[in-house]
């Protein structure tokens, strides 16, 4: 089915091409929902109600835009105000208990990709490192910086997405970098790993 | 090149992100400093991480469980929209009448007759016939006996 057959058949609320929008976006909904919460449960909890919105609001949807820059748009506002309702919740809230985690021997293996089996403990440390750098970014910084690295989308792409212009988008990126170098220094310079 | 310099650039050499010649002088760099090898070592054992978690697998079941949402949601909405109606109705006439029935109550309360008030009848009514002496001696008769007593 393709795109503008899916919208119009959702329209009228036909299951199937709500399970054809599903499986067709699930990985983009869900890999950009961990970009920014770094826990897979709750990237498919997120994911789950990306899908269930916008089969909600369908009838609003206006096909100036493309269905994928819309689902991006609606995964990325689903998760930060998820990052904001559960701020206390978060087990490691700096590279600080890192690094005092490491050192009192408690494992913080958090449900992450990182379990793979074939991965070494070594790994989820960096994963979970990287993660709480990319954590401390500004939101704007981390929505931009997740859609490149996580998504593989161009800066054209991300300034659709989160409506900003090109030079924005590669401002946004270079400072998110920037910062993510200073934190895996800092990370690096107190032996977290 | 010094350190400090190579540090703030080398998230952007490994990306890729540099012009010709600074990433030959990165490279150079990198070389001859152990210590910054070591680091963008790391750095890039830390940023390849991105790539096995945008490759990870999905929940098969994971339209099942959208569906079991929607459509519990759908019957959480019907709820909803059932409840509004009734205690935007009943509700204001319920309390409409508790008052009205407590108003009642307060005026039926407050017009009741006195048990106090009845007792005080009923004993001045009682004395009355020892305070007021004439209804049982007439003036007539208390007069004739004096007189008949001089």
């Known amino acids: 089915m393709s795109e503008s057959e899916i919208i119009q058949k959702l329209q009228q609320g036909d299951e199937h091409a709500f399970r054809s929008l599903v499986e067709n976006y699930k990985k983009i909904v869900i890999n950009t929902c961990f970009g920014i919460v770094h826990h897979q449960e709750d990237a498919e909890d997120i994911a789950q109600e990306v899908f269930i919105e916008v089969f909600r609001s369908v009838r609003n949807f206006r096909a100036d835009a493309k269905l994928s820059t819309w689902l991006y748009r609606i995964s990325v506002n689903r998760s930060l105000n998820f990052i904001r309702d559960n701020k206390n919740k978060k087990r490691i809230h700096s590279i600080d208990d890192l690094v005092q985690n490491k050192h009192s021997g408690l494992l913080s293996l958090s449900a992450t990709r990182s379990d793979h089996p074939g991965l070494k403990f070594e790994n989820s440390q960096r994963a979970e490192m990287l993660h709480l750098a990319v954590d401390s970014l500004p939101d704007n910084q981390k929505v931009a910086f997740t859609l490149n690295k996580y998504e593989d989308l161009s800066y054209q792409e991300i ?16 400072r998110a970098k920037k910062n993510l170098q200073k934190k895996l220094y800092d990370c690096y310079k107190k032996n977290c790993i | 090149m010094k350190c400090r310099a190579i540090h703030k650039n080398l998230i952007f050499y490994l990306e890729g992100d540099l012009k010709k010649e600074e ?79 407590g108003i009642s109550a307060g005026i039926m309360i407050g017009n009741a007759p006195s048990r106090y008030e ?22 007539e008769t208390f007069i004739f006996e004096q007189d008949g007593n001089e």
């Open chain 2, 23 to 101: 990433m030959s002088g990165v490279e150079l760099h990198l070389n001859e400093c152990r210590e910054c090898a070591a680091f963008a070592e790391e750095m890039k054992m830390t940023l390849g991480i991105i790539e096995n978690e945008k490759n990870a697998e999905v929940n098969p079941y994971f339209y099942t469980r959208v569906k079991a949402k929607l459509e519990s949601f759908a019957q959480a909405q019907q709820v909803k929209t059932l409840k509004p109606a009734y205690i935007r109705v009943l509700q204001p006439v319920f309390f409409s009448m508790v008052l009205l029935m």
């Open chain 1, 159 to 174: 300034a659709e997405v989160m409506a900003i212009s090109l030079s924005s988008v590669e401002s946004l990126i270079h």
């Open chain 2, 118 to 139: 009845a007792r005080m009848v009923i004993s001045v009514e009682g004395l009355v016939p020892f305070l007021d002496e004439m209804s049982h001696e007439p003036i």
